[in-house]
């Protein structure tokens, strides 16, 4: 091979030579052919070979890795200078919209613009799929899983939320409320009506319907700020737009009554609201807002805020939807009812009480005996029972020490007497009859005193007829079981008035 290549080289250097430098080419060739011949030619060693492949081989190595290094370098190199041309682009718009802000907005609005910035760098909004715990509930309740929540730093007096869905704005300041769950990213199309149930001011309330990022600042309505949309009552549309809109709006303005409805498509981001259960055209406005993805695998919840006493009733799929097509292809958060466990069941006997009922399974007594207190199902009558020695009540305040100071009971908080017995009639009727003879005795000695100190100061006759007549024994009073002290001064009252009446005689007499 070596020998060909040397050979064919020289006939073609030959072929343009003239004819005297031909004859002396070949004449060294043959010269060089008798040498290979005679082996005076030396020719190269196999160790020869491999140092100079192994020197290419080097070569190639080196220049790929090289290359491969440069290429790199050059790649990362374009990504920081693109990474930093839109860091800057960033920060310019930033510095525009804050100059924006100073030029057209007044020192209150300036004021809420700021702290909402603060409020979204401060809380992080929530990112990634639903977690275990939610999907669960969403498995158990279903479309019922949803509700709107109140925000911790607004009260019932500001809003309140009646049935999860009712919302009822009462205050003149923006605020604005959230679901508890975002809107779910399984299939193609979500969608949520909101009904204008109340707006007895219209003109100088706004109520704003949208979707965002939570948290969201609760004292701002929505597509104020970034990463939300809405469509407002004034007509217009907002996209991360906290300015005055200088054209005419492109949507009607609400009315009580109107259903708003807002619908997402996950997979495009698309965003398109209805009105009365038709769709809205927003061809003036540059058509739907699209790619609407929040970064990092961010939630987007549906947020409803007013600034003005009105009221807003949303539907999440739990009621029909006034949109057809929503209705049909069922866009709702989740399924009418859902698909949770049943109930637990309930223990045989005594484990679960629902009602106290009186039959007893004496079978199953045995199997329950530790569920009960010893001598639960004896019973034990009144006149077997004694009060003064069984201590079984007693609360022994000193049992670990051997102490001889008084024990406090139930016994000791008992009356000295027996307690009446309402079974029997005839006892009960003589312990009171006794007891209203003891009154009428004391009563009577009583008046009597008081007669006789009135009639001393009188004639001695008069005082003489009047204490005969007083005289009244126990025999002549009614002998009422529940008589009382006024009715016998009443008969006292007559018995004097009628002495008085019969004086005029004996002082004749």
Not at 292 to 309: D, R, W
Not at 347 to 354: Q, T, V, W
Not at 405 to 431: G, V
Request: hydrophobic share 30%; charged share 25%.
């Amino acid at each position: 091979m070596f020998k060909g290549l040397i050979l064919g080289s020289l006939f073609h250097g030959i072929e343009g030579a003239p004819l005297i430098k031909r004859q002396n080419i070949y004449k060294s060739i043959n010269e060089f052919n008798n040498n290979i011949k005679d082996g005076n030619l030396e020719r190269p060693s196999p160790d020869d070979d491999s140092m100079s492949l192994n020197v290419i081989t080097f070569f190639i190595v080196f220049g790929s890795f090289f290359g491969v290094t440069f290429i790199f370098s050059i790649i990362t190199l374009i990504m920081y200078y693109v990474k930093r041309k839109l860091a800057l682009s960033e920060d310019e718009l930033n510095r525009q919209e804050e100059n924006q802000v100073y030029l057209e907005l007044d020192s209150e609005e300036q004021e809420l613009y700021f702290q909402s910035k603060d409020y979204l760098s401060s809380n992080p909004y929530y990112r990634n799929d639903l977690t275990l715990s939610q999907n669960l509930l969403i498995q158990e309740k279903g479309v019922n899983a949803w509700e709107f929540v109140r925000d911790s730093m607004l009260t019932s007096n500001d809003l309140l939320i009646l049935n999860k869905y009712e919302l009822n704005f009462f205050k003149k300041f923006e605020c604005s409320t959230q679901t508890n769950l975002p809107i779910p990213q399984k299939n193609e199309v979500y969608y949520f009506e909101s009904k204008i149930y109340s707006l007895p001011d219209p003109e100088n309330t706004k109520i704003s319907i949208g979707i965002g990022i939570k948290p969201y600042p609760w004292f701002r309505l929505p597509g104020r700020h970034a990463h939300s949309v809405s469509y407002d009552s004034d007509g217009y549309r907002r996209h991360n737009q906290p300015f005055e809109f200088t054209t005419d709006a492109p949507f009607p303005k609400f009315i009580e009554g109107d259903v708003i409805g807002v619908g997402y498509r996950t997979r495009s981001g698309t965003i398109f609201f209805t009105r009365n259960g038709k769709k809205l055209s927003e061809s003036k406005i540059g058509g739907h807002i699209k790619n609407f993805k929040i970064p990092s695998n961010g939630q987007i919840f549906p947020i409803v805020g007013a600034n003005n006493l009105c009221s807003v009733h949303v539907n999440v799929g739990q009621m029909g939807f006034n949109f057809i097509e929503g209705q049909v292809k069922k866009w709702g958060f989740a399924p009418l009812e859902g698909s949770g466990p049943a109930p637990p069941a309930y223990n045989k006997f005594n484990g679960d009480i629902l009602l106290e009922r009186s039959e007893i399974d004496e079978n199953e007594l045995s199997e329950r005996e530790n569920d009960f207190p010893p001598d639960f199902w004896q019973t034990q009558s009144d006149d077997e029972y004694d009060y003064n020695t069984n201590d079984k009540f007693s609360f022994k305040t000193y049992s670990d020490v051997n102490s001889t100071d008084e024990r406090i009971t139930l016994n000791s908080l008992m009356p000295p007497i027996k307690p009446p017995s309402y079974s029997d009639e005839e006892d009960n009727q003589e312990e009171i009859v006794a007891i209203n003879s003891e009154e009428f005795e004391a009563i009577n000695s009583e008046q009597l005193d008081t007669t006789n100190s009135q009639q001393a100061t009188q004639e001695g006759s008069s005082s003489t007829t009047v204490n005969d007549q007083n005289l009244i024994s126990e025999d002549e009073l009614p002998h009422e079981q529940s008589s009382g002290e006024d009715e016998y001064s009443e008969h006292f009252q007559t018995v004097n008035e009628i002495s008085e009446a019969d004086l005029p005689d004996s002082g004749e007499n």
